[in-house]
């Protein structure tokens, strides 16, 4: 009889072969029913998976017949007191299946795989940065146009279009803004988890350059712990001072 760890192994691969699954759909044990349950859960994670996917690059596939190389812009960081706002510009493969969302509907976890697959197997990835100063400098939402043209400008390949996450590059590459676009296309949700996992990185970096703020967790929003901090230790060099929480300690 064949045992449960060889079933097991059979079914490590989808689809698994019809007649393993016969003989175990024949399988009286409590065991081999399981594996068989799970596996079916499996088989059917792996269709919405690829249903999901199939609906968020809807955009790409229309346009790829006439715009083969399309690079997906987003930005994280537009809300918090302190930090950078990056942005993110990536170009996908047609044949890329990885299952990318919007990086805020991901786990820490999920997004540290995501972000190797893509940076991997991505045609082109680069960054655009925003810095307090910056920030200060240009206003929130011009700034963060800037850094979308400048990520967009340090791709190592130039792209024929660009799908942008509800804003406009400032670049005569031909584009389209979609609403929620992190949701809708596959090249803006791998730019979105690029520049999270990219920021999250540097926030945690400036925890321990900047200890007091809870900057590790809190990713520079306004929470309680970063106020507590900011009323106590003051403004740092990465809070932005146009912002009113921080404009009304200095």
């Not at 990885?98 to 820490?108: A, F």
């Not at 999270?196 to 900057?215: I, S, W």
Request: glycine content about 6%; cysteine-free.
């Amino acid at each position: 009889m064949t045992t449960l760890s060889e079933y097991q192994a059979e079914l490590s691969h989808v689809p698994a072969d019809d007649a393993v699954l016969a003989a175990l759909a024949a399988d009286s044990r409590v065991g081999a029913q399981r594996l068989l349950d799970q596996y079916h859960r499996r088989v059917d994670k792996l269709r919405e998976q690829r249903l999901e996917l199939r609906y968020r690059s809807r955009f790409e596939h229309e346009l790829w017949p006439t715009y083969p190389l399309i690079a997906g812009i987003d930005e994280v960081g537009r809300g918090p007191l302190a930090g950078p706002v990056v942005t993110a510009a990536v170009i996908l493969p047609h044949d890329f299946a990885l299952p990318v969302n919007d990086s805020k509907q991901l786990t820490h976890n999920e997004r540290a795989r995501l972000f190797t697959g893509i940076m991997s197997q991505a045609i082109s990835v680069s960054l655009g940065v925003a810095d307090a100063a910056m920030i200060d400098r240009e206003n929130i939402y011009h700034a963060t146009e800037l850094v979308m043209g400048q990520a967009v400008g340090h791709l190592t390949v130039t792209p024929d279009y660009l799908l942008v996450d509800a804003m406009t590059v400032p670049t005569a590459i031909p584009q389209r803004k979609l609403i929620k676009g992190d949701a809708n296309s596959i090249s803006i949700a791998a730019a979105s988890i690029v520049a999270k996992v990219v920021r999250d990185e540097l926030m945690a970096m400036y925890d321990t350059v900047y200890p007091g703020y809870d900057f590790a967790h809190n990713m520079g929003y306004g929470t309680k712990k970063h106020l507590l901090g900011l009323a106590q230790l003051g403004v740092t060099p990465i809070h932005r001072r146009s912002f009113s929480p921080v404009k009304a300690q200095l």
